[in-house]
Every structure is written in structure tokens, then in C-alpha cells.
């Protein structure tokens, strides 16, 4: 491999480059009317403009994209995260080119994009998935005896919803009924397809996420867990590894399904299955990211791996340079996701960035993606840095964090900054107890 | 008369209501999308739709008149 196009933009394009520099691999960006300007664009060996702003236009756009790395010569494509990542007729077209898609192959991603087939994968191979009907159901009776048979709470879930609209929990049949009328109102209005599902409803669950990486010659190994609960409009907002509320033998079995469901498919690559766990610890597959995820670096910090290079080595067909006892916790990571948005509200706030001094502090490492005098629009993700911070102990982290934070100057937009530095305070967080409701019980509590 | 304000910048993705519709207080009449998140903005007031201002594809500013209700 000698030259890589990376088919995305902002942090996670920068994020590769660096990879690819310290190995000696060429880049290309690509880059939209927008973001002339990011450094991403300057970083990059080459440079290709390829359309206006909106991502249908430009980032979505294959036939642009495909041209770029042609022209390029660029002989393998790295799609970052979103966009194109988990596309399964992308990545087929860029194999089709002759080109490197650096990811698993695309029957795996178009496997595992499907929710039912991926949830009928994981049963079939032994991983634990969460109680519920395996195809939508037609009428509100057979939602009642679905629910029935697995028990209440239940959630109602569109099929094509996302991003929490289209969903809504159930506590009895009542309930249940009501939900249906109005819920398939909405899906049919919002969506355009009313199918409906009915699945167990974990009560005060944690999200946790296993990193795995497998290569074309059938090792597999697991980097252990990311716990990811701390989520608004069921978007991650702060990560860390390990898990505050895993104990080793739930850790084991977890990290064991997630090798397990990444055999089952035969993954080639680096990609994470991500868990919904109980009070209890009894855990449950949610589905499988195909793809390089967003809070990569919390498992890179911890474990002193780097991911990306991963990527490289596998895609380039060479064994994993590591076995399983290779990986091991070094240090506590957290990783804090700076959006442009309002800290109270949590909705976004594009603009010009006037001023931006991230912190410069040991064990505090910044991913991002602009500078002084950055036009933040709205037409992508509202993300603007990560900061992930290490500590020889969780507290040690948190306390680093909360330092960083009080050190990073953004003016002219507003920033969740706030917000984080409100978690860090927090007595459950600190303390480390905490479940996917915690924003909604700091809003609750606060409001009384 | 009440007048629906966007409570964020963004791009209008979907209207839920038509002219003439009877409205609820709280029921969402029209979709925003910025930054890849969407947002529903819900009428503040029981009424009739009797102005829509905003059209799929607009972008609009946080603070711009989406919908009248009366």
C-alpha cells in the first residue's frame, strides 16, 4: 500500500494521515466546498475538491470519490467514520476498481448493516441477543403477544426509526395498545414505513462496546471494552475503558461473545460489537460497527495500541503482529467529546470560530479537526474535538479531565464544554456508577 | 395567533401539518435537521394551521417563523 484516499473529513481524516505519515504512506484528501480551508486538506500529500457542501454532493458521492483516488493513483480507500464507512455497494465498487477497501468485505457489512439478519447471525452463533420478535409485527394483537410472551417493559420500536424517534416503552398491554395507534402514526408520517417491532426493554441499561480485530487469516482478538453511557439524544458523549461497572468475569464473557460474533462473520479488519448490559451484568448484542469507530482513541490510550495502523497492516493481508496476552490495560483512558451546541439544550450552534485553544497538557491528547476562524456549518456532524486524557487511575483521568476542560478556550460558537466539565463533577460519575439515563436524571434532578 | 419560531439553524425536512389542520398543544408540526441531528418543533398552542412559511428544503435561521397557528 502506497497511497491512501481517505473518503472522509475533518478529525478522523487528520487521524489517519497521521498513521499513514509516521508509516511512510502517502495520503489524498477529498474535500468539499466547505471545508477548502480545514487542516485536514493542508495535511494531505494531495487534495481533491470534490463538490458543494451538502454530503450527497461531495462525501456521498462515490462517482466523485472513485475519480479522486483514479486520478490520484491512490491504491487503497480508508472511509473513516460514517459517510461511506458501513456502505455495503461502495465498498464493493471500490474492490470492483481494484482498489484496497480498507474495512471488512462488503457481504460482511451488508450483513451486519441489516439488523435482523446480524441479530439471526449472533443467535445462530451463541452470542446472547435481546428478547424479541424476529420479524415486524402486522397488528396490534400480535405486538400484544409478542410482549406477552417476552414480559413487560417492552419496547415498541419503528423499524426505520433512529436516533430515538419512533421508539417508546411499554410497562403493560394498555399501554402497549395506545403506543401502537401513535407510534405507527408517526413512523408512517416521519419515515414513510410503519413497520413495528417489539423487543425486552432493559431497564437502566449500560451501553458497552467491545473493540475487535480480526485478519484475512482467521485470528481474532478482542482490546477489551469501552463503557459508553454517557449519551444524549442517544449519542455518546463521553467514553472511557475500562468499564467502571464490569467485573472481570463478566468482562471475560463479554469480550469472549465479541470474538465470538466476529468469527461468526469471518471479520477481517477492526470493528466493534457493541452490548446493551443489565443491572445485573446479564448482556445483550445491540449490532456490530463495521468500521473505525469515533472513540477509537479510548482503547488506544488505554491498551498503547494504534488502530489505525492496524487497519493498514490487515488490509495490506499481513497476520495480527499481536496475540490476545499482548493486550493489556496500561492506563485508565476517557475520552470527551467537544460538539458545537448548546450545553443545555444539546441543540446545535453552528458558527464562526473566533477563538480555539485546546489544552496542552500531558496525558491529554486532542483529536480535531479545526482552528481559528473556522466556519463550523451545518451540514455535518456537529463534533468539533476530541480530548482523551490517561491516568495511572480513574481518578487520576477524571481529575486531568476536568483540568483540560477548564484549560480549552472556544469562543464565537457555543460548545457542550459546560456540560462536560458538569459530568466531571458529578458524584455518580465520579463514583462511576452510572447508566444510559444519566443525562436524563441530571436534567430531572436539576429541574426539581 | 401564534407564531412557530426554528429553535436552531438548520433545514426544514419534513412538514407534519397542511393549511387548515386543527393542531394540539405540544404535537409536532414540522421536522429540522442541522448538523445531522433532527430536531421535531412542536406547536406551543391548540388551533388551526393557517400560514405555513417554511417549505422542505428551506434552510431557516434559529428565531425564523415556521408555521402560524391560530
Not at chain 1, 464493493?92 to 447471525?121: C, H
Not at chain 2, 426554528?6 to 389542520?21: P, S
Request: charged content about 25%.
Amino acid at each position: 500500500m502506497r497511497k491512501v484516499l481517505i473518503a472522509n473529513r475533518g478529525e478522523i481524516a487528520r487521524r489517519i494521515i497521521r498513521t499513514c505519515k509516521s508509516e511512510g504512506v502517502a495520503t489524498v484528501a477529498v474535500y468539499s466546498d466547505a471545508d477548502r480551508d480545514l487542516p485536514f486538506v493542508r495535511e494531505a500529500d494531495e487534495a481533491v475538491h470534490i463538490g458543494p457542501p451538502p454530503v450527497p454532493h461531495s462525501y456521498l458521492n462515490v462517482e466523485a470519490i472513485i475519480g479522486a483516488a483514479k486520478s490520484t493513483g491512490a491504491d487503497a480507500i480508508h472511509p473513516g467514520y460514517g459517510l461511506l464507512s458501513e456502505n455495503e455497494a461502495f465498498a464493493r465498487r471500490v474492490q470492483d476498481e481494484g482498489i484496497v477497501f480498507i474495512g471488512p468485505s462488503p457481504e460482511v457489512i451488508g450483513q451486519m448493516g441489516d439488523k435482523l439478519t446480524a441479530r439471526k447471525i449472533m443467535q445462530k452463533a451463541g452470542v446472547p441477543v435481546v428478547p424479541g420478535c424476529e420479524d415486524p409485527v402486522e397488528t396490534v394483537d400480535e405486538a400484544a403477544q409478542v410482549a406477552a410472551t417476552i414480559g413487560y417493559p417492552v419496547m415498541l420500536k419503528a423499524s426505520a426509526g433512529g436516533g430515538g424517534i419512533g421508539m417508546q416503552i411499554c410497562r403493560d398491554e394498555e399501554s402497549l395498545r395506545q403506543a401502537y395507534q401513535s407510534l405507527r402514526g408517526r413512523a408512517k408520517a416521519y419515515f414513510g414505513n410503519d413497520a413495528m417491532y417489539v423487543e425486552k426493554y432493559v431497564e437502566r441499561p449500560h451501553h458497552i462496546e467491545v473493540q475487535i480485530a480480526g485478519d484475512q487469516h482467521g485470528n481474532v482478538l478482542h482490546l477489551l471494552e469501552r463503557e459508553c453511557s454517557i449519551q444524549r439524544r442517544h449519542q455518546k458523549v463521553l467514553e472511557e475503558s475500562p468499564s467502571p461497572f464490569l467485573d472481570p468475569a463478566t468482562r471475560e464473557l463479554l469480550c469472549q461473545s465479541a470474538v465470538q460474533a466476529a468469527q461468526a462473520v469471518g471479520y477481517t479488519g477492526v470493528g466493534t460489537v457493541e452490548f446493551i448490559v443489565d443491572d445485573s451484568k446479564n448482556f445483550y448484542f445491540l449490532e456490530m460497527n463495521t468500521r473505525l469507530q469515533v472513540e477509537h482513541p479510548v482503547t488506544e490510550e488505554m491498551t498503547g495500541l494504534d488502530l489505525v495502523s492496524m487497519q493498514l497492516a490487515i488490509a495490506n493481508g499481513e497476520s495480527l503482529a499481536i496475540g490476545q496476552e499482548d493486550v493489556k490495560v496500561l492506563r485508565h483512558a476517557i475520552e470527551l467529546r467537544v460538539y458545537a451546541e448548546d450545553p443545555v439544550t444539546f441543540l446545535p450552534s453552528p458558527g464562526t470560530i473566533t477563538l480555539y485553544q485546546p489544552p496542552a497538557m500531558e496525558h491529554v491528547r486532542i483529536d480535531d479537526g479545526v482552528q481559528n476562524g473556522t466556519q463550523v456549518t451545518p451540514f455535518y456532524d456537529p463534533m468539533i474535538a476530541k480530548v482523551i486524557i490517561s491516568g495511572t487511575t480513574r481518578e487520576e483521568a477524571v481529575e486531568r479531565a476536568r483540568e483540560a476542560m477548564q484549560n480549552f478556550q472556544i469562543t464565537g460558537i457555543k460548545t457542550n464544554i459546560p456540560f462536560l466539565l458538569e459530568v466531571l463533577s458529578d458524584e455518580r460519575f465520579c463514583e462511576g456508577v452510572y447508566t444510559t439515563w444519566f443525562v436524563q436524571e441530571r436534567a430531572a434532578k436539576s429541574n426539581n | 395567533m401564534k407564531q412557530i419560531a426554528a429553535n436552531m439553524a438548520g433545514t426544514v425536512i419534513n412538514v407534519l401539518v397542511q393549511l387548515g389542520d386543527e393542531v394540539s398543544e405540544g404535537q409536532d408540526i414540522l421536522v429540522l435537521e442541522s448538523m445531522k441531528m433532527e430536531v421535531p418543533i412542536q406547536s406551543e398552542v391548540v388551533g388551526k394551521v393557517i400560514e405555513i412559511k417554511a417549505n422542505i428544503g428551506d434552510f431557516v435561521n434559529d428565531g425564523d417563523v415556521l408555521v402560524v397557528v391560530e
